[in-house]
C-alpha cells in the first residue's frame, strides 16, 4: 500500500485551487511512481458517477472528483438555476466509495478573470453538430472549464461517461489542441434496471415522467434491431422519429452519426451510432447507443 494511504484514509475536502495544487505537489513529491486519476463532475452523484470513481480507484493510486456546476456551460440560465445540488449527500458517496480528495470550488477559484475571460480553441467542428448545434456555446464551456481542471489537477488519467458521447470528443480534442498530458478514459453509461440512463436531472423527474422517458432507451433498442434489416439510413431515422413521437416527451434531435467523426452517416456500412437530446417538461435528457 502506497504511504499516502497509510496516512490518509478519509475523504479530504478542499474549496480552493491553490491548496489542491500544493497538496497534489507533496503527494506526487512523496510517491513519484503513484498515479493520479480525476473525474470532473457537476455532482447530485448517481452510480453513473460512482463507476467512474470506481475506475479511476482501480487504475490510479490517488483519486480527484471535482464537483463544480460550471456556469459557462449553461446556454440556458433556467437550467443553470434548476440544476441539483446535494453537496453533502455527494461527499457522502465519494467518502463511501474510496475517492481520496473531492475539490469543491467557488466560481471565482475557476474564474478568477470573471466569467467572460476569453478561450480560444479549434473544435475541429465537433461542436457543430448535434449538442453543439442546439446548446450553443456549451462545448466552449466545458472545455474551458476541464482546461483549468487539468491545469490544476494535472492528472495521468480523467474519466468521462460515453452517456456525454460528443463530450468525450471535444474533451480529446481540448487534450490534442491545449497538449495536456492526460489518458482519456471513455465509460460506459449506467442505466436504470429499465434503461434510463442514469443523470443527475433524473432527479427533477416525477416517477411517471421517469417512465414516460423510457421511450428514449426504447427508440435506441428499436434501433439496434430495426438496422439489421434497414439499409436506408434515412427511412431508419424516420422510423425511429415517428416511434419516438408516440412517446410523451418532446424531440429536439434524433440523429444517426458516425460515431468517431459525430458526422451524419449515409450507410449502415459505416459504424452507426444513434443520439438523442429530448424534454421531458422542463427537463433536458441526452442518451446515445451504438447501432451496428
Ligand atoms: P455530470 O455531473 O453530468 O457533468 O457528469 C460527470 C461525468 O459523469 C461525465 O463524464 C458524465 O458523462 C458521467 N456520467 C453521467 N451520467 C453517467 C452515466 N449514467 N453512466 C456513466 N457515466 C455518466
Known amino acids: 500500500m502506497p504511504l499516502w494511504h497509510l496516512a490518509v484514509s478519509a475523504l479530504i475536502t478542499i474549496d480552493n485551487s491553490s491548496a489542491l495544487i500544493s497538496l497534489l505537489a507533496d503527494f506526487r513529491k512523496q510517491n513519484p511512481d503513484a498515479k493520479i486519476g480525476f473525474v470532473p463532475t457537476m455532482g447530485a ?89 442546439h446548446r450553443p456555446g456549451h462545448f466552449k464551456g466545458v472545455a474551458q472549464v476541464v482546461d483549468r481542471f487539468f491545469r490544476i489537477v494535472r ?83 424516420e422510423k425511429l422519429t415517428v416511434f419516438f413521437k408516440k412517446g410523451n416527451l418532446h424531440l429536439e434531435y434524433l440523429e444517426l452519426a458516425n460515431p468517431e467523426n459525430l458526422q451524419p452517416v449515409k450507410n449502415k456500412n459505416q459504424p452507426v451510432h444513434c443520439f438523442i437530446a429530448a424534454f421531458c417538461g422542463k427537463v433536458r435528457l441526452i442518451d446515445n447507443m451504438r447501432l451496428n
Open 45 to 133: 452523484l448517481h452510480q453513473g458517477h460512482i463507476s467512474l470513481i470506481t475506475r479511476a480507484k482501480k487504475e490510479n493510486q490517488l483519486v480527484v472528483c471535482s464537483i463544480f456546476v460550471n456556469p459557462t456551460q449553461f446556454n440556458d440560465p433556467k437550467d443553470l438555476e434548476r440544476y441539483p445540488r446535494t453537496a453533502e449527500a455527494d461527499a457522502a458517496m465519494l467518502s463511501d466509495n474510496g475517492c481520496d480528495i473531492v475539490y469543491f470550488p467557488a466560481v471565482d477559484d475557476i474564474y478568477p478573470n470573471g466569467l467572460n475571460e476569453p478561450f480560444d480553441m479549434d473544435f475541429g467542428g465537433i461542436d457543430n453538430v448535434m449538442e453543439g448545434a
Open 155 to 237: 492528472p495521468d488519467r480523467a474519466y468521462f461517461g460515453q452517456k456525454d458521447f460528443q463530450q468525450v470528443a471535444v474533451i480529446r480534442q481540448l487534450v490534442k489542441e491545449k497538449k495536456h498530458a492526460v489518458e482519456i478514459i471513455a465509460c460506459p453509461t449506467l442505466r436504470s434496471t429499465q434503461g434510463l440512463a442514469l443523470s443527475s436531472r433524473n432527479m427533477l423527474l416525477s416517477e411517471e415522467e421517469k417512465e414516460n422517458s423510457l421511450i428514449i432507451y426504447k427508440t435506441l433498442l428499436s434501433g439496434q434491431n430495426w438496422i439489421k434489416d434497414n439499409s436506408d439510413i434515412t427511412e431508419l431515422t
